[in-house]
């Protein structure tokens, strides 16, 4: 069975500095990779995706994700965090039919991003 | 706009009552879903529904129901079976073969 694991439950950093979030998945076929964020009381934003191509993910506001299948990881990175920033962020994994029909999106627990002036 | 609309926001439940929980999509997309969230624990599928009439028990049916009269609709019914409702819901929607969008949520909790 799949599942996905985050490290990290809580990462402080200071603004301006890099960060990385780490997610790793236990799967032995092709996976569908997401980030998503959630800021407080609201709910899920898709924050990038790997379906297959590229390795490196890029999404609008400068964070990245590379998927590296022989260490089935999927690290969030950005190299200058801002206050806003602060967010919990989910990794997600699903096979086959990605995210969709058959509802096999599988989420790890979380990582609880805080972002300090 | 489209998009994904949870209500109430806020929802308090009686011991012993069932309480239902509204989801609406104008997004068009065929299948639904709903999710519990607790603190540290990431999202845990309750149900799914790919179509119309048609919907399958996720990880944690239990003490919950589902309808899906309609495409847009996806209610979640919090039964008296449910020990433990307090958490947040989460309902979600796609498209065949494309990531889920989410609602804003609805906080449940037990007077």
């Known amino acids: 069975a799949q599942s996905v694991t985050q490290l990290d439950s809580q990462v402080p950093v200071f603004e301006e500095a890099p960060v990385e979030l780490r997610c790793n998945y236990s799967s032995s076929v092709s996976v569908y990779l997401f980030w998503y964020v959630q800021y407080p009381n609201q709910g899920l934003q898709l924050l990038l995706k790997y379906l297959s191509g590229s390795t490196l993910v890029e999404s609008i506001n400068g964070f990245e994700a590379e998927f590296n299948k022989s260490q089935t990881s999927f690290h969030l990175r950005k190299p200058s965090v801002h206050i806003s920033d602060t967010a919990e962020y989910f990794c997600a994994v699903s096979g086959g039919n990605y995210g969709g029909s058959q509802g096999n999106l599988i989420f790890g627990k979380g990582t609880k991003l805080s972002v300090k002036p | 706009d489209g998009g994904i609309t949870q209500s109430p926001k806020y929802l308090f439940r009686k011991e012993g009552q069932n309480v239902t929980l509204s989801c609406e999509q104008n997004?068009?997309?065929?299948?639904m879903y709903w999710y519990r969230q607790d603190p540290g624990q990431g999202l845990r599928l309750i149900y799914y529904?790919?179509?119309?009439?048609?919907?399958q028990k996720g990880d944690i049916a239990e003490g919950y129901s589902v309808s899906r009269e309609k495409k847009e609709s996806f209610p979640l019914t919090v039964t008296s079976a449910q020990k433990n409702p307090t958490a947040f819901y989460l309902c979600?929607?796609?498209?065949?073969?494309?990531?889920?969008?989410f609602g804003d949520g609805t906080r449940l909790s037990i007077l």
């Open positions: 997004l068009n997309h065929d299948a």
């Open positions: 979600a929607s796609s498209k065949s073969n494309q990531p889920q969008h």
């Open positions: 529904s790919q179509i119309v009439n048609d919907f």
